[in-house]
Nanobody, 116 residues
C-alpha cells in the first residue's frame, strides 16, 4: 500500500486548497478513505471520510460546510477540497486507506498553513 498526498501549501485566511491522495499497491475501489490532520501539540483528528463507493461522507463539525471529500476510483485518488480556510485549519493533513478487513495505512502527510 502506498499513499502520496499533495496539494498542501500556505494560503491566506478565507482561501482554498485542494489536497489529493493518490494510491497504489491495492484495490483502491474496495477501501474506504479518510483525511486526518494533526496540528502542533495536538492529537491527530478525523477531518472527513468517504466510503469505497463514495455514497456516504462523514465530516468533523469544525469543517462541515467548508470542506468536501470526494474520490475518483478510476484514478485511485481521494480529494479534500478546503474552502474558507481558517488559521485553526493549519496542520499536517494525512490520508488513511481503510480495507474491508484489517488495519489501515497512512500516507506521509502534507502541510497546510493558513496565515496572513
Amino acid at each position: 500500500v502506498r499513499l502520496v498526498e499533495s496539494g498542501g501549501g500556505t494560503v491566506q485566511p478565507g482561501g482554498s486548497l485542494r489536497l489529493s491522495c493518490t494510491a497504489s499497491g491495492f484495490t483502491f475501489s474496495t477501501y474506504a478513505m479518510s483525511w486526518y490532520r494533526q496540528a502542533p501539540g495536538k492529537s491527530r483528528e478525523l477531518v472527513a471520510s468517504i466510503t469505497s463507493a463514495g455514497v456516504s461522507n462523514v465530516y468533523a463539525d469544525s469543517v462541515k460546510g467548508r470542506f468536501t471529500i470526494s474520490r475518483d476510483n478510476a484514478k485511485s485518488t481521494v480529494y479534500l477540497q478546503m474552502n474558507s480556510l481558517k488559521p485553526e485549519d493549519t496542520a499536517v493533513y494525512y490520508c488513511l486507506a481503510v480495507p474491508p478487513k484489517g488495519v489501515g495505512s497512512w500516507g506521509q502527510g502534507t502541510q497546510v498553513t493558513v496565515s496572513s
